[in-house]
Protein backbone atom coordinates (compact mmCIF):
# COMPACT_ATOMS: atom_id res chain seq x y z
CA UNK A 1 0.00 0.00 0.00
CA UNK A 2 1.31 3.40 -1.16
CA UNK A 3 1.75 5.91 2.29
CA UNK A 4 -0.02 9.05 1.61
CA UNK A 5 1.88 12.30 0.99
CA UNK A 6 1.30 14.61 4.08
CA UNK A 7 2.60 18.69 3.08
CA UNK A 8 2.75 20.03 6.40
CA UNK A 9 2.91 23.99 6.32
CA UNK A 10 4.91 25.24 9.31
CA UNK A 11 7.36 24.24 11.21
CA UNK A 12 6.65 25.30 14.95
CA UNK A 13 5.00 22.84 17.97
CA UNK A 14 2.46 21.71 16.01
CA UNK A 15 3.97 21.23 12.75
CA UNK A 16 7.08 18.89 14.43
CA UNK A 17 4.34 17.37 16.58
CA UNK A 18 2.74 15.78 13.37
CA UNK A 19 5.40 15.43 11.06
CA UNK A 20 7.19 13.39 14.30
CA UNK A 21 3.62 11.11 15.11
CA UNK A 22 3.53 10.86 10.65
CA UNK A 23 6.74 9.78 9.37
CA UNK A 24 6.59 6.26 9.46
CA UNK A 25 3.07 6.16 7.61
CA UNK A 26 3.25 8.46 5.41
CA UNK A 27 5.57 10.70 2.83
CA UNK A 28 5.66 13.83 4.56
CA UNK A 29 7.01 16.83 3.79
CA UNK A 30 7.51 20.32 6.31
CA UNK A 31 7.63 23.34 3.98
CA UNK A 32 8.82 26.49 6.50
CA UNK A 33 9.77 30.20 5.68
CA UNK A 34 12.81 29.87 8.04
CA UNK A 35 15.00 26.86 8.06
CA UNK A 36 14.58 26.80 12.36
CA UNK A 37 11.95 26.61 15.17
CA UNK A 38 11.76 29.23 17.39
CA UNK A 39 10.63 28.86 21.13
CA UNK A 40 8.05 31.80 21.17
CA UNK A 41 7.20 31.59 25.24
CA UNK A 42 10.98 33.02 25.96
CA UNK A 43 11.19 35.33 23.09
CA UNK A 44 10.54 38.34 25.26
CA UNK A 45 13.73 36.94 27.59
CA UNK A 46 15.98 37.95 24.22
CA UNK A 47 14.23 41.23 23.94
CA UNK A 48 15.07 41.80 27.85
CA UNK A 49 18.85 40.34 26.95
CA UNK A 50 17.97 37.56 29.67
CA UNK A 51 18.51 35.05 26.73
CA UNK A 52 21.03 34.99 23.65
CA UNK A 53 18.76 34.92 20.59
CA UNK A 54 20.08 31.54 19.13
CA UNK A 55 19.35 30.05 22.27
CA UNK A 56 15.68 30.29 21.50
CA UNK A 57 15.79 28.88 17.85
CA UNK A 58 16.49 25.13 16.82
CA UNK A 59 17.39 23.97 13.10
CA UNK A 60 13.59 22.07 11.86
CA UNK A 61 16.42 19.69 10.27
CA UNK A 62 17.74 19.40 13.19
CA UNK A 63 14.38 18.10 15.01
CA UNK A 64 13.63 16.19 12.12
CA UNK A 65 17.15 14.36 12.00
CA UNK A 66 15.83 10.79 12.61
CA UNK A 67 13.05 10.94 10.60
CA UNK A 68 12.52 10.27 6.82
CA UNK A 69 10.96 13.60 7.00
CA UNK A 70 11.75 16.03 3.87
CA UNK A 71 11.96 19.98 4.74
CA UNK A 72 11.56 23.01 2.22
CA UNK A 73 12.59 26.46 3.23
CA UNK A 74 9.61 28.26 1.49
CA UNK A 75 6.67 30.17 1.97
CA UNK A 76 2.99 28.87 0.24
CA UNK A 77 1.82 31.47 -2.24
CA UNK A 78 -1.14 29.37 -3.56
CA UNK A 79 -2.97 25.98 -3.38
CA UNK A 80 -4.62 24.02 -6.10
CA UNK A 81 -7.36 22.18 -4.57
CA UNK A 82 -8.30 20.80 -8.04
CA UNK A 83 -4.83 19.03 -8.67
CA UNK A 84 -4.33 18.67 -4.61
CA UNK A 85 -1.12 20.85 -5.18
CA UNK A 86 0.27 23.93 -3.43
CA UNK A 87 2.80 26.77 -4.84
CA UNK A 88 5.49 27.48 -2.67
CA UNK A 89 7.08 31.08 -3.61
CA UNK A 90 10.51 28.84 -4.52
CA UNK A 91 8.69 27.62 -7.78
CA UNK A 92 8.29 23.98 -6.29
CA UNK A 93 5.14 22.46 -6.46
CA UNK A 94 4.11 19.81 -3.80
CA UNK A 95 1.80 17.03 -5.10
CA UNK A 96 -0.36 15.99 -1.44
CA UNK A 97 -3.09 13.47 -0.44
CA UNK A 98 -3.31 15.54 3.18
CA UNK A 99 -2.16 19.32 3.49
CA UNK A 100 -1.60 20.75 7.07
CA UNK A 101 -1.89 24.15 8.41
CA UNK A 102 0.37 25.02 11.02
CA UNK A 103 1.51 28.63 10.00
CA UNK A 104 0.61 29.85 13.21
CA UNK A 105 -0.41 33.79 14.17
CA UNK A 106 0.87 37.33 13.80
CA UNK A 107 0.48 40.56 16.10
CA UNK A 108 -3.17 41.66 15.64
CA UNK A 109 -3.79 45.81 16.07
CA UNK A 110 -7.54 45.09 16.11
CA UNK A 111 -7.50 48.05 13.96
CA UNK A 112 -5.97 50.20 16.06
CA UNK A 113 -4.86 53.73 14.40
CA UNK A 114 -0.96 53.36 14.96
CA UNK A 115 0.16 50.06 15.95
CA UNK A 116 1.86 49.08 12.69
CA UNK A 117 3.85 52.25 12.39
CA UNK A 118 4.68 52.99 15.68
CA UNK A 119 4.78 49.48 18.02
CA UNK A 120 7.14 47.07 17.93
CA UNK A 121 5.71 43.72 17.91
CA UNK A 122 7.28 40.22 19.13
CA UNK A 123 6.43 37.44 17.38
CA UNK A 124 9.93 36.49 15.57
CA UNK A 125 13.59 36.39 16.64
CA UNK A 126 13.97 39.92 14.64
CA UNK A 127 11.15 41.81 16.49
CA UNK A 128 12.52 40.57 19.76
CA UNK A 129 16.45 41.89 18.67
CA UNK A 130 14.83 45.22 17.28
CA UNK A 131 13.37 45.30 21.00
CA UNK A 132 16.37 45.00 22.94
CA UNK A 133 18.08 46.96 20.48
CA UNK A 134 15.85 49.94 20.80
CA UNK A 135 15.74 49.50 24.25
CA UNK A 136 19.81 49.52 24.87
CA UNK A 137 20.07 51.99 22.31
CA UNK A 138 17.97 54.84 24.17
CA UNK A 139 19.49 53.82 27.17
CA UNK A 140 22.97 54.77 25.66
CA UNK A 141 21.58 58.29 24.55
CA UNK A 142 20.38 59.02 27.88
CA UNK A 143 23.94 58.01 29.25
CA UNK A 144 25.66 60.33 26.64
CA UNK A 145 23.55 63.87 28.25
CA UNK A 146 23.15 62.42 32.01
CA UNK A 147 20.45 64.70 32.53
CA UNK A 148 17.64 64.40 34.16
CA UNK A 149 15.32 63.47 30.80
CA UNK A 150 12.58 60.65 31.70
CA UNK A 151 11.67 58.01 28.99
CA UNK A 152 8.75 55.46 29.55
CA UNK A 153 9.34 51.97 28.15
CA UNK A 154 4.97 50.64 27.63
CA UNK A 155 3.90 47.23 27.23
CA UNK A 156 0.33 46.86 25.96
CA UNK A 157 -1.45 43.92 26.79
CA UNK A 158 -2.12 42.66 30.51
CA UNK A 159 -1.74 38.79 29.40
CA UNK A 160 0.87 36.29 30.12
CA UNK A 161 3.03 37.89 27.38
CA UNK A 162 2.58 41.41 28.45
CA UNK A 163 3.02 40.47 31.93
CA UNK A 164 6.71 38.33 31.31
CA UNK A 165 7.64 41.64 28.86
CA UNK A 166 6.80 44.12 31.50
CA UNK A 167 8.71 42.46 34.78
CA UNK A 168 11.61 41.82 32.58
CA UNK A 169 12.19 45.15 31.18
CA UNK A 170 11.55 45.96 34.87
CA UNK A 171 14.00 43.76 36.11
CA UNK A 172 16.84 44.57 33.13
CA UNK A 173 16.27 48.51 34.10
CA UNK A 174 16.51 47.69 38.17
CA UNK A 175 19.15 45.45 37.46
CA UNK A 176 22.40 45.33 34.88
CA UNK A 177 21.48 49.22 33.76
CA UNK A 178 21.46 50.62 37.45
CA UNK A 179 25.21 48.84 37.30
CA UNK A 180 25.90 50.25 34.49
CA UNK A 181 24.45 53.79 35.35
CA UNK A 182 22.37 54.49 37.47
CA UNK A 183 21.57 58.06 37.50
CA UNK A 184 20.16 56.99 33.75
CA UNK A 185 18.59 54.33 34.55
CA UNK A 186 16.88 55.82 37.31
CA UNK A 187 14.88 58.03 34.19
CA UNK A 188 13.23 54.97 32.49
CA UNK A 189 10.36 54.00 33.74
CA UNK A 190 8.21 50.76 32.78
CA UNK A 191 4.26 51.29 32.36
CA UNK A 192 1.87 48.18 31.65
CA UNK A 193 -1.69 49.17 30.53
CA UNK A 194 -4.74 46.45 30.10
CA UNK A 195 -8.55 47.13 28.66
CA UNK A 196 -9.78 44.59 30.80
CA UNK A 197 -10.22 44.87 34.78
CA UNK A 198 -7.22 42.84 35.35
CA UNK A 199 -4.21 41.22 34.45
CA UNK A 200 -4.12 37.80 33.48
CA UNK A 201 -7.84 37.43 32.80
CA UNK A 202 -7.13 33.51 31.84
CA UNK A 203 -6.08 32.95 35.45
CA UNK A 204 -7.44 33.18 38.71
CA UNK A 205 -8.82 36.55 40.54
CA UNK A 206 -6.54 35.88 43.77
CA UNK A 207 -3.26 35.47 41.00
CA UNK A 208 -4.36 38.37 38.82
CA UNK A 209 -4.30 40.62 42.27
CA UNK A 210 -0.88 39.00 43.41
CA UNK A 211 0.36 39.45 39.59
CA UNK A 212 -0.10 43.29 40.20
CA UNK A 213 1.66 43.78 43.48
CA UNK A 214 4.60 41.70 42.32
CA UNK A 215 4.85 43.87 39.29
CA UNK A 216 4.64 46.84 41.10
CA UNK A 217 6.97 46.07 43.38
CA UNK A 218 9.50 46.02 40.54
CA UNK A 219 8.58 49.44 39.80
CA UNK A 220 5.90 48.65 36.77
CA UNK A 221 3.10 51.26 36.59
CA UNK A 222 0.17 48.85 36.17
CA UNK A 223 -2.76 50.44 34.45
CA UNK A 224 -6.21 48.66 34.06
CA UNK A 225 -9.39 49.41 32.60
CA UNK A 226 -7.39 51.23 30.07
CA UNK A 227 -8.05 51.08 26.27
CA UNK A 228 -5.64 52.31 23.84
CA UNK A 229 -7.30 54.27 21.06
CA UNK A 230 -4.80 55.43 18.49
CA UNK A 231 -0.63 55.33 19.14
CA UNK A 232 1.56 58.02 17.28
CA UNK A 233 5.14 59.06 17.52
CA UNK A 234 6.13 58.47 21.25
CA UNK A 235 2.99 59.41 22.44
CA UNK A 236 -0.21 56.84 23.42
CA UNK A 237 -3.90 58.27 23.24
CA UNK A 238 -6.41 56.32 25.60
CA UNK A 239 -10.14 55.51 25.35
CA UNK A 240 -10.67 59.06 27.31
CA UNK A 241 -8.82 60.63 24.63
CA UNK A 242 -5.70 61.43 27.62
CA UNK A 243 -2.14 60.92 26.26
CA UNK A 244 0.81 59.41 27.63
CA UNK A 245 4.26 59.59 26.63
CA UNK A 246 5.54 56.42 25.62
CA UNK A 247 9.08 56.67 23.91
CA UNK A 248 9.34 53.03 22.99
CA UNK A 249 5.63 51.12 22.64
CA UNK A 250 5.76 47.34 22.83
CA UNK A 251 2.40 45.58 21.37
CA UNK A 252 1.51 42.71 23.11
CA UNK A 253 -2.14 42.79 23.09
CA UNK A 254 -3.23 40.58 20.93
CA UNK A 255 -2.84 38.28 17.77
CA UNK A 256 -4.71 36.41 14.64
CA UNK A 257 -4.37 33.87 12.39
CA UNK A 258 -1.20 34.40 9.92
CA UNK A 259 -2.31 36.31 7.21
CA UNK A 260 -1.48 33.43 4.88
CA UNK A 261 -4.88 32.03 5.62
CA UNK A 262 -6.56 34.47 3.28
CA UNK A 263 -3.94 34.44 0.98
CA UNK A 264 -4.43 30.97 0.37
CA UNK A 265 -8.07 31.53 -0.02
CA UNK A 266 -8.80 28.98 3.23
CA UNK A 267 -12.23 29.76 5.27
CA UNK A 268 -11.63 32.32 8.09
CA UNK A 269 -13.77 32.83 10.88
CA UNK A 270 -13.50 35.49 13.87
CA UNK A 271 -9.64 35.76 12.36
CA UNK A 272 -8.87 32.11 12.22
CA UNK A 273 -9.15 29.12 9.59
CA UNK A 274 -12.86 27.72 10.24
CA UNK A 275 -12.35 23.94 11.60
CA UNK A 276 -14.51 21.60 12.08
CA UNK A 277 -14.38 19.28 15.55
CA UNK A 278 -12.15 16.61 12.83
CA UNK A 279 -10.02 19.39 12.70
CA UNK A 280 -10.06 19.24 9.27
CA UNK A 281 -10.78 22.98 7.39
CA UNK A 282 -14.55 23.06 7.00
CA UNK A 283 -15.19 21.63 3.13
CA UNK A 284 -11.72 20.77 2.41
CA UNK A 285 -11.76 17.40 4.26
CA UNK A 286 -8.22 16.42 3.24
CA UNK A 287 -7.01 19.79 4.51
CA UNK A 288 -6.30 20.27 8.20
CA UNK A 289 -5.19 23.02 10.44
CA UNK A 290 -3.87 23.22 14.10
CA UNK A 291 -2.24 25.63 16.30
CA UNK A 292 -2.81 29.68 16.08
CA UNK A 293 -3.82 29.39 12.89
CA UNK A 294 -7.05 27.47 13.44
CA UNK A 295 -10.22 28.04 15.14
CA UNK A 296 -10.83 25.42 17.01
CA UNK A 297 -13.00 25.55 19.89
CA UNK A 298 -13.44 24.29 23.74
CA UNK A 299 -16.28 22.91 25.46
CA UNK A 300 -17.44 26.29 26.34
CA UNK A 301 -17.42 27.62 23.18
CA UNK A 302 -14.92 29.42 23.09
CA UNK A 303 -11.76 29.42 20.52
CA UNK A 304 -9.12 27.63 22.33
CA UNK A 305 -6.09 29.64 23.82
CA UNK A 306 -2.90 30.22 21.06
CA UNK A 307 -0.56 28.40 23.17
CA UNK A 308 2.19 25.59 22.52
CA UNK A 309 0.34 23.01 24.21
CA UNK A 310 -2.90 23.40 22.16
CA UNK A 311 -0.43 23.30 18.67
CA UNK A 312 1.22 19.96 19.87
CA UNK A 313 -1.89 18.38 21.02
CA UNK A 314 -3.33 19.19 17.91
CA UNK A 315 -0.80 18.25 15.89
CA UNK A 316 -0.30 14.85 17.23
CA UNK A 317 -4.34 14.55 16.91
CA UNK A 318 -4.52 15.24 13.30
CA UNK A 319 -1.46 12.41 12.38
CA UNK A 320 -3.59 10.02 14.33
CA UNK A 321 -6.81 11.18 12.25
CA UNK A 322 -4.91 10.54 8.73
CA UNK A 323 -3.93 7.30 10.06
CA UNK A 324 -7.35 5.91 10.79
CA UNK A 325 -8.54 7.58 7.18
CA UNK A 326 -5.89 5.15 5.77
CA UNK A 327 -7.30 2.36 7.58
CA UNK A 328 -10.96 3.38 7.19
CA UNK A 329 -11.98 3.83 10.54
CA UNK A 330 -14.30 6.91 11.83
CA UNK A 331 -12.94 9.93 12.36
CA UNK A 332 -12.76 11.18 16.34
CA UNK A 333 -13.85 14.76 17.46
CA UNK A 334 -10.43 16.51 19.33
CA UNK A 335 -11.08 17.23 22.83
CA UNK A 336 -7.92 19.83 24.24
CA UNK A 337 -6.57 18.71 27.95
CA UNK A 338 -5.64 21.82 29.34
CA UNK A 339 -2.62 21.09 31.78
CA UNK A 340 -2.76 24.62 33.13
CA UNK A 341 -1.85 27.99 32.63
CA UNK A 342 1.58 29.86 33.94
CA UNK A 343 3.40 33.10 34.02
CA UNK A 344 6.52 34.46 35.27
CA UNK A 345 6.87 38.29 36.74
CA UNK A 346 10.27 38.18 37.46
CA UNK A 347 13.03 36.81 40.14
CA UNK A 348 11.55 34.29 42.22
CA UNK A 349 7.98 35.36 40.78
CA UNK A 350 5.67 33.22 38.91
CA UNK A 351 1.90 31.93 39.01
CA UNK A 352 0.57 28.56 37.97
CA UNK A 353 -2.54 27.16 37.46
CA UNK A 354 -3.83 23.54 36.67
CA UNK A 355 -8.05 23.77 37.20
CA UNK A 356 -8.59 24.61 40.69
CA UNK A 357 -5.25 24.38 42.08
CA UNK A 358 -3.09 27.23 42.26
CA UNK A 359 0.73 28.51 42.99
CA UNK A 360 2.56 31.95 43.30
CA UNK A 361 5.97 32.27 44.31
CA UNK A 362 9.34 30.96 44.14
CA UNK A 363 8.32 27.44 44.02
CA UNK A 364 5.86 28.51 40.66
CA UNK A 365 9.14 29.90 39.50
CA UNK A 366 10.85 26.81 39.93
CA UNK A 367 7.88 25.03 38.13
CA UNK A 368 7.82 27.64 35.20
CA UNK A 369 11.83 27.36 34.68
CA UNK A 370 11.53 23.23 34.90
CA UNK A 371 9.13 23.11 31.87
CA UNK A 372 10.06 25.41 29.88
CA UNK A 373 14.00 23.72 29.82
CA UNK A 374 11.58 20.35 28.88
CA UNK A 375 9.76 21.89 26.29
CA UNK A 376 13.07 23.49 24.70
CA UNK A 377 14.23 21.91 21.40
CA UNK A 378 18.00 21.05 21.83
CA UNK A 379 20.66 19.83 24.07
CA UNK A 380 22.86 22.72 23.25
CA UNK A 381 19.66 25.05 23.55
CA UNK A 382 19.16 23.13 27.09
CA UNK A 383 22.42 23.93 28.51
CA UNK A 384 23.16 27.48 26.97
CA UNK A 385 19.88 28.71 28.79
CA UNK A 386 20.70 26.76 31.73
CA UNK A 387 24.26 28.88 32.11
CA UNK A 388 22.33 32.19 30.89
CA UNK A 389 20.00 32.10 33.56
CA UNK A 390 22.39 30.75 35.79
CA UNK A 391 24.57 33.64 35.28
CA UNK A 392 22.18 36.15 35.63
CA UNK A 393 20.37 34.78 38.68
CA UNK A 394 23.51 34.65 40.69
CA UNK A 395 25.00 38.32 39.47
CA UNK A 396 22.17 39.94 38.44
CA UNK A 397 23.27 40.72 35.43
CA UNK A 398 22.41 40.34 31.73
CA UNK A 399 25.41 39.14 29.31
CA UNK A 400 23.04 39.97 26.25
CA UNK A 401 22.81 43.80 26.60
CA UNK A 402 24.13 43.90 22.73
CA UNK A 403 22.66 46.54 20.05
CA UNK A 404 22.80 44.22 16.87
CA UNK A 405 19.91 45.13 14.79
CA UNK A 406 20.14 46.21 11.13
Known amino acids: MNKPKVVILGGGFGGLAAARALYKDAQVTVVDRHNYQTFLPLLYQVSTAGLAADHVAYPIRGALRKTNVKFRMASPVQINHQNNEVNLDSGEILKFDHLIVALGSVTSDFGIPGVKEYALGMKTVAEALTIRAEVMRRFEELCRYEDETKISITVIGGGPTGVEMAGAMAELIRGPLTSDQAKVAKNINVRLIEAGPRLLPSFAPSLSIRTKKDLEKLGVKVMVNTAVKELSVKKITLADNSTVDSVITIWAAGVKGADAMVNLNLPVEANRV ?133
Open 274 to 406: AVETTMQVKNHPNIWALGDIAGAKGKDGRALPMVAPVAIQQGKFIAKQIKRLASNKKLENFKYLDKGSMATIGRNKAVVQVRWFKLAGPLAWLVWLWLHLFYLLGGRNKIGTMADWTWNYLTFDRGNRHIMDS
